[in-house]
């Protein structure tokens, strides 16, 4: 995998990594951990920027994240009540349950979005609920691009300082992304479990 997105790199420069960075929002295990770092490694080999390749890779992720927010607002809340309507019964989710967490994100959307772009995995998929709720475009745009400049800064920064002895960095990175996708599914699971609670509770 290193290897193919250092030659796409090498071969397409500033463009290859906006490319890389669109693809990895699009699709969660392509790693911007590893796109990010040879970035900033490659500014010690090659006549690219850290600048450059911040803004090249900030680009790629905005870009990414506003196809899935495209994606989210095709799923929008009058779509799930026709789909609540017909398989409710089936599913035991009712129009207030959609509603409601539909409010959720409208309070705290803005600030999920920012900082869910800090987390692996949830940094792409954030993008969805955020068009499903309508999210104003400005404000899911500003804060998507605020929450991606400190990530991408960040792993550039990292790939530039450490070099050829990114791999140290990168296993680190690695056990970090595992906690949270850990934790992801801890939540799932409890989520599920919280839902069939609930389920057994209305037809008690």
């Known amino acids: 995998m290193e290897q193919?997105?250092?030659?796409i790199m090498s071969d397409y420069g500033y463009i290859g990594i906006f490319l890389l960075i669109m693809l990895e929002n699009i699709f969660p295990p392509i790693p911007s951990e590893v796109i990010l770092t040879v970035g900033g490694f490659m500014t010690t080999t090659t006549t690219m920027t850290i600048p450059g390749v911040i803004a090249a890779s900030t680009a790629g992720s905005v870009?990414?994240?506003?196809?899935?927010y495209g994606v989210g607002l095709l799923l929008d809340v009058e779509r799930l009540?026709?789909?609540?309507d017909k398989y409710g019964n089936v599913l035991k989710v009712k129009h207030s349950d959609l509603h409601r967490a539909d409010a959720w994100f409208d309070r705290f959307g803005i600030w999920t979005v920012f900082f869910g772009r800090l987390i692996p995995l949830v940094r792409s998929l954030i993008s969805i609920p955020a068009g499903m709720s309508n999210?104003?475009?400005?404000q899911f745009l500003l804060f998507t691009t605020l929450g991606t400049v400190i990530w991408n800064t960040v792993l550039v920064f990292i790939g530039e300082a450490v070099g050829d002895n990114r791999e140290a960095i990168l296993e680190q990175?690695?056990?970090y992304s595992n906690i949270v996708y850990a934790l992801i599914v801890l939540a799932a699971l409890a989520a599920v479990w919280y839902y069939f609670k609930k389920?057994?509770?209305?037809?008690?």
Do not use: P, Y
């Open 173 to 175: 990175l690695e056990i």
């Open 4 to 7: 193919w997105i250092t030659s």
């Open 81 to 84: 009540e026709k789909i609540i």
């Open 135 to 138: 999210m104003r475009f400005w």
């Open 199 to 204: 389920i057994r509770t209305r037809t008690n």
């Open 63 to 68: 870009i990414g994240a506003v196809v899935l």
